[in-house]
């Protein structure tokens, strides 16, 4: 089937749609899909190149748009209120919230779609969270146990992986070093601080290691002089690709849940090992990020590797490697390898799946 260039909406509750970009049913029915929920300031199109490039892989991709993004079902106050709230019981309800709504989606398209089922790492879905994209990723691993059981039943037909790319350090409970220069989070003005926000995404970083496990190897501030991504695009096309407003608002909200929440979420997902026995114990989890995306994201994943080995320190005394958890730290692309080299990122997810 050929690429939809279209928008396509799917109903998950009486008053919530999602809309998403897919790439098709692959002939022969005999495919996986790989279902990408994007990051801030940055709607799901960021995908489209890897569209083309999806079924002679005997893939299908799907590339949904968050909840805030036009035309997705818009947050109302009701729904940020546990956000908003600076509590943990508040902001925890939230990510809950997310996760119902997320496997939902997954699960509806499964059904309608009628894709194959997992078998082993094949088939099925593997779920992507990129950059910010990862907090509902992970939250829909993190609260199996609060998904209705008609969605759970079917999840666990579907869904084998979970992959998070390029995850922040905070996102996952994991402060921030001193060494990170956090400036731009601190400009008041919205549309300023997203195009702060945009020049730094966007940039490659010289990295002298990103395997060492040495903060010392990592770039968290300064720029290569390589060109940086979708800088070829004019305003108009980059504005139909992004939401300052969003950025500045919801996704503003999310950076702002208190660690421990986040620290709860992550330890549900990989560290629980009555969570893991009970729901999807076969459910993979794993981890990759580029050879020059920002230090702090690159560091975050070293961080979390290193948690493997003991997650008590971090995680709290309970925690302890429950899942199938791995890790892929590729050597070349930013933070946008799926936009400027879409073969190279396809070829990392698909790498990254199958460890």
């Not at 994007?38 to 999806?54: D, E, I, T, W, Y």
């Not at 079902?73 to 902001?91: I, K, P």
């Not at 504005?239 to 849940?257: C, P, V």
């Not at 730290?329 to 790498?351: K, R």
Request: proline share 5%.
């Amino acid at each position: 089937m050929p690429t939809s260039t279209q928008l396509e909406t799917l109903t998950t509750s009486d008053d919530v749609s999602y809309s998403y970009f897919d790439s098709g049913e692959v002939p022969g029915n005999t495919y996986t899909t790989l279902v990408f929920v994007h990051g801030m300031g940055f709607n799901g199109g960021v995908f489209r190149k890897l569209f083309p490039l999806a079924t002679v892989r005997r893939l299908r991709i799907v590339s949904l748009h968050r909840r805030d993004y036009n035309p997705t079902t818009s947050f109302r106050d009701v729904d940020l209120a546990g956000l908003a709230s600076g509590t943990m019981e508040g902001q925890e309800e939230f990510l809950r919230n997310q996760a119902v709504d997320i496997a939902t989606f997954l699960v509806t398209f499964a059904r309608e779609q009628r894709i194959p089922p997992a078998q082993g790492a094949s088939g099925g879905i593997a779920l992507i969270g990129w950059s910010l994209g990862s907090v509902p990723a992970h939250a829909v691993v993190a609260y199996l146990d609060a998904l209705p059981s008609s969605i759970l039943s079917d999840l666990g037909k579907y869904l084998h992986t979970m992959v998070s790319h390029d995850v922040a350090a905070i996102n996952i409970g994991i402060p921030n070093p001193p060494i990170y220069d956090r400036a731009l989070w601190f400009e008041p003005d919205v549309e300023k601080r997203f195009n702060l926000f945009y020049e730094w995404a966007t940039a490659y970083f010289p990295h002298k290691n990103v395997t060492s496990g040495n903060i010392a190897d990592l770039e968290f501030n300064k720029f290569s002089n390589q060109t940086h991504s979708m800088h070829e695009l004019s305003s108009e096309e980059l504005a139909e690709l992004t939401s300052a407003k969003t950025f500045g608002a919801s996704d503003t909200l999310l950076l702002y849940i208190q660690l421990d929440v986040f620290k709860i979420m992550v330890r549900r997902t990989i560290f629980d090992t009555a969570l893991a026995e009970k729901f999807l114990p076969n459910l993979r989890v794993r981890y990759m990020c580029g050879g020059a995306s920002p230090g702090i994201l690159v560091w975050a994943s070293q961080e979390l590797r290193k948690c493997l080995a003991d997650p008590k320190p971090m995680y709290g005394p309970d925690a302890e490697e429950a899942r199938d958890v791995k890790f892929n730290f590729q050597t070349e692309g930013n933070h946008f390898v799926f936009w400027d080299e879409p073969e190279v990122a396809l070829d990392h997810y698909i790498a990254t799946i199958n460890l």
